[in-house]
T-cell receptor, first 111, second 113 residues
Framework: DAKTTQPTSMDCAEGRAANLPCNHSTISGNEYVYWYRQIHSQGPQYIIHGLKNNETNEMASLIITEDRKSSTLILPHATLRDTAVYYCIVRGPYRDDKIIFGKGTRLHILP | NAGVTQTPKFRILKIGQSMTLQCTQDMNHNYMYWYRQDPGMGLKLIYYSVGAGITDKGEVPNGYNVSRSTTEDFPLRLELAAPSQTSVYFC????????????FGSGTRLTVV
């Protein structure tokens, strides 16, 4: 089973920041937080990941709380093309640790 | 680079038929994965491989087989297709087991009738 809890759906106005929360209260010290998204029926797309520190790349920012029990994915200026299902995933560092997908958050960007 | 390429994109099978879903990557990734996604659901891991010659079961391996004879290719074999195998199948690859994202293919949509 997925180790994360996410809201089923969220709305965000175009041009505003989209903040997607994720709860992972049972995360272990060596487990990473990954975010992927899936646009319509396409293959999932990797967005960002982190262990302890906040991370930023060209797509998004990842904010992880100090106790690591929750995180937030931030899309700074949402566009209609960001409409997708967003998956928050916790994964260990070992070779046989896999990415297990939950149901994710369906993000609707409103024009 | 083409990334992860899956063929075919669509296929209709009759119950009891067999087929192989092809997956190839040109990024020299050691790690490869097969997932299935049923309508409205998240992805379920079928099989994975950490390198040529090594494969292992995921969450839902029954009814499927895989092989990994080369780094580039990771075919998924369906024997005796059943309606429950109607799904979209995604192949993915990764450079390392950790601290690295997966690259996914565009999927194979399979219908068993």
């Amino acid at each position: 089973d997925a180790k994360t809890t996410q809201p089923t759906s969220m709305d965000c106005a175009e041009g505003r920041a989209a903040n997607l929360p994720c709860n992972h209260s049972t995360i272990s010290g060596n487990e990473y937080v990954y975010w992927y998204r899936q646009i319509h029926s396409q293959g999932p797309q990797y967005i960002i990941h982190g262990l302890k520190n906040n991370e930023t790349n060209e797509m998004a920012s990842l904010i992880i709380t100090e106790d690591r029990k929750s995180s937030t994915l931030i899309l700074p200026h949402a566009t209609l093309r960001d409409t997708a299902v967003y998956y928050c995933i916790v994964r260990g560092p070992y070779r046989d640790d896999k990415i297990i997908f939950g149901k994710g958050t369906r993000l609707h960007i409103l024009p | 680079n083409a990334g992860v390429t899956q063929t075919p994109k669509f296929r209709i099978l009759k119950i009891g038929q067999s087929m192989t879903l092809q997956c190839t990557q040109d990024m020299n990734h050691n790690y490869m994965y097969w997932y299935r996604q049923d309508p409205g659901m998240g992805l379920k891991l079928i099989y994975y491989s950490v390198g040529a010659g090594i494969t292992d079961k995921g969450e839902v391996p029954n009814g499927y087989n895989v092989s990994r004879s080369t780094t580039e290719d990771f075919p998924l074999r369906l024997e005796l297709a059943a309606p429950s195998q109607t799904s979209v199948y995604f192949c993915a690859s990764s450079y390392s087991a950790t601290n690295y994202g997966y690259t996914f293919g565009s999927g194979t949509r399979l219908t068993v009738v």
